[in-house]
C-alpha cells in the first residue's frame, strides 16, 4: 500500500467518525441492501480491523448480518414458492369478491360458483376467509348501497344544490341552483335557479318536478338527497304523495348521491369556472346551454361512453369530413361527420 493509499483511507475514517457525530446517538436506519453491503465488506476486513473502522454500528452487528446472509442464501421461504399459495389468494380474493357483490350468497352458494371457475373449495374454507375479512354471513350481510341503486337505477333520481356568483346591479350575488339527475339514462334538469331558495321556492319546485304530464319524477320511484335545511317538511310532503319515496343519505356522505355529485362537479369544472356571470339571464343561458350539451351531445364514461339523448333518424356517418358543433362561442364542443 503507498502512502498516498494509506492517507487517503486515513481520509475516510475520520469522515466516517464526523459524520457519526454529526448523526448524534440516534442509530441510522439502514435497509436490508445496505446491511448485506456491510456484511459482504465486514467480513473480508475481520473483526481486529473492524473495530478500529467501523462507526455506524459495532462489529458484532456487521458479523450478524453476515450470519443472516448466508443462512438467507440457504433457505426458501414460503413467500417465494409457486403454487398453492399463491392459487388460494386469488381464490380467496374470488370468496370475498362475490360476498361483497352478492349480499344473499351464502357458503354453498359460493362453493358452487367457484366449481363453475374450476376451483374445489369447502364451506369452512370459504366461511374462514369471510370471517377473516369482517364479512358476516349471508343473513346478516346488509345490501350494500351500490347493489341497491344498480338494482333499482331506472326508477331512482337524485337532486342537489350547486351555487353560482352572479356580477349584478347590487354586486356579486350567489344563485342557488336545483338540479335533478336520472341515475340509469344520466339525463338532468335544472329545477330551479334562485337567489333565496326558501320554503315557498322548494313547494313550487316539487310541483313542478311531480307535475303529471312532464314532470321530472313522474315515472320515478325514489329521489335521493342530502341532509341540506333547504329541502324542507313541505318539499318532501309533495314529493311523497306523488308516490316518489324520498331517501336521504347518511351524514356527511356525500358517496351516497356520487352521480349528482359528480354532475355538480362537472357544471362547474366544465362551465361556471371558465366564464365571468353577468346577471340571472346570463346564468340560465350558459345552464340551458351546458346541460343541452350534456344531454344530447356529450358521450358519459358512467354508460359505456354513450350519448344519453341520441339525435333522432338514422346513425349518424362514419365517411366524411369532420366538424365541430359549438356552444357558448366554442366554450362546449362536438363532432360529427358531414352529411
Not at 182 to 197: F, K, Q, Y
Request: net charge positive; hydrophobic share 40%; aromatic share 6%.
Amino acid at each position: 500500500m503507498t502512502r498516498q493509499q494509506a492517507q487517503a483511507i486515513d481520509y475516510l475514517f475520520e469522515e466516517s467518525r464526523i459524520l457519526r457525530e454529526l448523526l448524534g446517538q440516534g442509530r441510522p436506519r439502514l435497509n436490508d441492501d445496505q446491511r448485506r453491503r456491510l456484511a459482504a465488506k465486514g467480513r473480508a476486513v475481520g473483526r481486529r480491523a473492524l473495530g478500529r473502522i467501523a462507526t455506524i454500528v459495532t462489529p458484532d452487528t456487521i458479523l450478524r448480518w453476515h450470519r443472516q446472509l448466508i443462512a438467507a442464501k440457504h433457505t426458501h421461504p414460503a413467500r417465494n414458492r409457486v403454487g398453492r399459495p399463491g392459487l388460494m389468494q386469488s381464490i380467496r380474493a374470488l370468496i370475498v369478491r362475490m360476498a361483497t357483490d352478492n349480499s344473499s350468497w351464502g357458503y354453498c352458494r359460493i362453493q358452487g360458483e367457484l366449481r363453475k371457475l374450476g376451483h374445489r373449495v369447502a364451506p369452512s374454507t370459504i366461511a374462514n376467509t369471510l370471517k377473516a375479512n369482517g364479512i358476516a354471513p349471508s343473513q346478516d350481510r346488509p345490501t350494500s348501497w351500490v347493489t341497491f341503486l344498480k338494482a333499482h337505477a331506472d326508477a331512482i333520481a337524485a337532486t342537489d344544490f350547486f351555487t353560482a356568483d352572479v356580477w349584478t346591479t347590487h354586486g356579486l350575488v350567489t344563485h342557488h341552483v336545483l338540479f335533478v339527475i336520472h341515475h340509469a339514462t344520466r339525463i338532468v334538469e335544472i329545477a330551479g335557479i334562485t337567489t333565496n331558495p326558501n320554503a315557498d321556492f322548494m313547494a313550487q319546485v316539487a310541483r313542478n318536478l311531480t307535475d303529471s304530464v312532464d314532470g321530472f319524477l313522474r315515472d320515478k320511484r325514489f329521489l335521493i338527497l342530502d341532509r341540506d335545511t333547504k329541502f324542507t317538511e313541505q318539499f318532501a310532503r309533495i314529493i311523497g304523495d306523488a308516490g316518489v319515496a324520498i331517501t336521504p343519505t347518511a351524514i356527511q356522505a356525500p358517496n351516497m348521491n356520487a352521480i349528482a355529485e359528480r354532475f355538480a362537479s362537472s357544471v362547474k369544472r366544465e362551465c361556471l369556472t371558465k366564464m365571468i356571470l353577468f346577471g340571472e339571464a346570463h346564468l340560465r343561458r350558459a345552464l340551458a346551454e351546458f346541460v343541452a350539451h350534456y344531454n344530447a351531445e356529450r358521450p358519459h364514461q358512467g354508460i359505456g361512453n354513450e350519448i344519453i339523448q341520441p339525435p333522432a333518424g338514422p346513425p349518424p356517418a362514419t365517411k366524411g369530413e369532420v366538424v365541430a358543433d359549438e356552444r357558448l362561442d366554442g366554450l362546449f364542443r362536438s363532432y360529427r361527420r358531414a352529411a
